[in-house]
Structure formats: structure tokens, C-alpha cells
């Protein structure tokens, strides 16, 4: 198992449109097995998006979950609007949402260039997908999310963590054990690098048919709140921030003027 992140090189100037899957399909079930015992409340943290959009645009009927992973977050927003959709980039992804969500439509793109030629009534952003992109494409993928949506709609972003709260060398565990005998070891280490947070993350998988290890490193950015916002503006909508947000890494809501 790998997985594997692709940056333009922004030193040099260089810029590319080749993206490396980030999950491959194993990843992509430890995935949820390892957020489910860390015990992350997607309901819960689905029940506050819905409350910042509907004070907002109390009439909200339509959304889309840009890079909405395994759709653990549509599994609760679907009960709430009309009408729900869901984009992201990586097969695996797409295919456990499918599965899980067999009537809401799960499309393939990237979050910075897609085109669903339709427009919605919120746009959500969530789990810090948006700091796998670099730098120099955080304006056209706020712009992109922008495009899609109706003139007075909400545009929810959850970043990454700014440089003010970014801890250099963490070192984060968990284990999983469920009653089939699965065992998941997940131990991740993240480095401060050049602006970055590089995460290098272990797991080592045992379960009837033997034990596995596997690693990967993900680049995460780290980006100031003044980009954010300056990113906001330049698409037409106008940013508030919650330094909480959802899970302690603050959440950006902007209305689309």
C-alpha cells in the first residue's frame, strides 16, 4: 500500500498537472477504520456546517461535498438538503462513497479545475482536504468552488493548521482492533519543512491472513489566513473565520457576493 502526493515545485516555478493518487483502495478502508476509532463525530461535525449555512441562506436545498473522501459527511448532510453531490479526485475514495451513498452522485475531479456545469446552494470544503493542494492553487481552487455556487450561497473551507498552531515533530498513534481479530497500528510523525507539513505515517496491519506494513508521507501546506482570505475575496465572496471550527483547526464560511 502507498500513498503518495504530488507539489508543484514553487521555488522553481514550475507547475504540475499530474496528480498521484493520495489512497490507494486499502488506504482508503484503514482510512475509516482509523477516523471511526479515533472517534471523529462526522454527525456531529455535519449538524454545525448545516447550522452556519442555514444562517446564512435559510432556504439551502442543494450542496456539494468537494473532496468528500469515503462520503462520511454526506451520509448526514444527505438526510438534511434536497438535493446533495459529491467530488474527489482519488478512485478508492469515490468508490467507498458509491457504495455507501448508492443514490447521490459521487464525481471524479480535482478540486482546483472541475466542472459539474450546475451551481449549488452550499459548497463544503471539509477534513483540511483543500492543504493537499500547494500554494499556487489554493486562489483557483477557491475560485473553482466559487463558480459553483448560486449568487448568496455558503462556501465552507476547513484548512489545515495556520502557522501559528502547526507543531513541528508530533508524533501521533492509533490502534484499531475490531472483533473479526483486524488490528490496525497507525503511527504518523510530522516534520515542519520549507512551510509544509510533511507526514510520514506507518501502519502495520495483522489479521488472519498475516501481518502487513505499509508507509506513506503526505505534504500538507500550510497556509496564512491572509491567503485564505485573499483567495476568498478574489472569488467574489466574503470570508468570516472560526478559529475552533470543527476539530480545532479553525473553518472558513464565505458567502458568495
Known amino acids: 500500500m502507498k500513498a503518495l502526493r504530488k507539489r508543484d515545485e514553487e521555488m522553481t516555478g514550475t507547475t504540475s498537472t499530474d496528480h498521484s493518487v493520495l ?8 482510512f475509516d477504520l482509523v477516523y471511526t476509532a479515533r472517534r471523529k463525530d462526522y454527525a456531529a461535525e455535519s449538524k454545525a456546517v448545516v447550522q452556519h449555512i442555514r444562517a446564512r441562506k435559510p432556504g439551502a436545498r442543494s450542496l ?6 469515503t ?4 451520509r448526514s448532510l444527505k438526510d438534511v438538503f434536497f438535493d446533495v453531490e459529491g ?3 482519488t478512485p478508492a475514495m469515490r468508490e467507498l462513497a458509491r457504495n455507501k451513498l448508492p443514490q447521490v452522485p459521487i464525481h471524479a ?3 482546483s479545475d472541475f466542472a459539474l456545469h450546475r451551481t449549488f446552494d452550499a459548497v463544503i470544503c471539509l477534513h483540511s482536504s483543500i492543504a493537499f493542494l500547494p500554494l499556487s492553487r489554493l486562489k483557483p481552487a477557491i475560485a473553482c468552488m466559487a463558480r459553483h455556487l448560486n449568487p448568496g450561497g455558503v462556501l465552507i473551507v476547513e484548512p489545515w493548521y495556520s502557522p501559528e ?7 501521533v498513534s492509533d490502534i484499531v482492533r475490531r472483533d473479526d ?16 507539513h510533511h507526514l510520514e505515517t506507518h501502519f502495520i496491519v495483522a489479521d488472519a491472513d498475516g501481518v502487513r506494513h505499509s508507509a506513506d508521507t503526505q505534504v500538507m501546506g500550510i497556509f496564512r489566513r491572509e491567503e485564505y482570505q485573499a483567495a476568498f475575496a478574489g472569488a467574489g465572496c466574503d470570508p468570516e473565520y472560526f478559529e475552533d471550527g470543527l476539530a480545532g483547526r479553525g473553518l472558513f464560511v464565505a458567502v458568495r457576493r
Open 23 to 30: 489512497f490507494d483502495a486499502e488506504h482508503a478502508k484503514l
Open 64 to 69: 456539494l461535498d468537494v473532496g468528500c473522501g
Open 71 to 74: 462520503g462520511e459527511h454526506l
Open 87 to 89: 467530488l474527489d479526485l
Open 109 to 111: 475531479g480535482d478540486m
Open 165 to 171: 498552531r502547526a507543531t513541528d515533530r508530533t508524533v
Open 181 to 196: 481479530g483486524l488490528t490496525i497500528a497507525r503511527v504518523s510523525r510530522g516534520v515542519i519543512r520549507d512551510g509544509e
